[in-house]
């Protein structure tokens, strides 16, 4: 298992950029991947970006272009930056850590908070 923890989601005008983190722990090096997500009120969660154990990422329509997925290994984080912040993008962003196979889990930060609005 991992733990998650997301920091930095808060209040941006429309058109701002903002950058999500975050932090992990346990037994990282056996992640297969990591991923966003996000659940705005009354919506269901949706998948954000995804970034493989590789490399690979992969991008919600609605954001490809704007928003950026990425992994600094050597500090066990991982991170979101989000430019061009349109007031759909409200929501509480979640990190997710999944490994597949034997001893597979799948892991949830606590969520961090963006809201986008004049």
């Known amino acids: 298992q991992v733990q998650l923890v997301e920091s930095g989601g808060e209040l941006v005008q429309p058109g701002g950029s903002l950058r999500l983190s975050c932090a992990a722990s346990?037994?990282?090096?056996?992640?297969?991947?990591m991923a966003w997500y996000r659940q705005a009120p009354g919506k269901q969660r949706e998948l954000v970006a995804i970034?493989?154990?590789?490399?690979?990422?992969n991008y919600a329509d609605s954001v490809k272009g704007r928003f950026t997925i990425s992994r600094d290994n050597a500090k066990n984080t991982m991170f979101l930056q989000m430019n061009k912040l349109k007031p759909e993008d409200t929501a509480v962003y979640y990190c997710?850590?999944?490994?597949?196979?034997?001893?597979?889990?799948?892991?949830w930060g606590q969520g961090t908070q963006v809201t986008v609005s004049s």
């Open positions: 997710n850590a999944v490994k597949a196979g034997l001893g597979a889990f799948n892991s």
């Open positions: 970034i493989t154990s590789g490399g690979i990422t």
């Open positions: 346990g037994s990282i090096f056996s992640i297969n991947a």
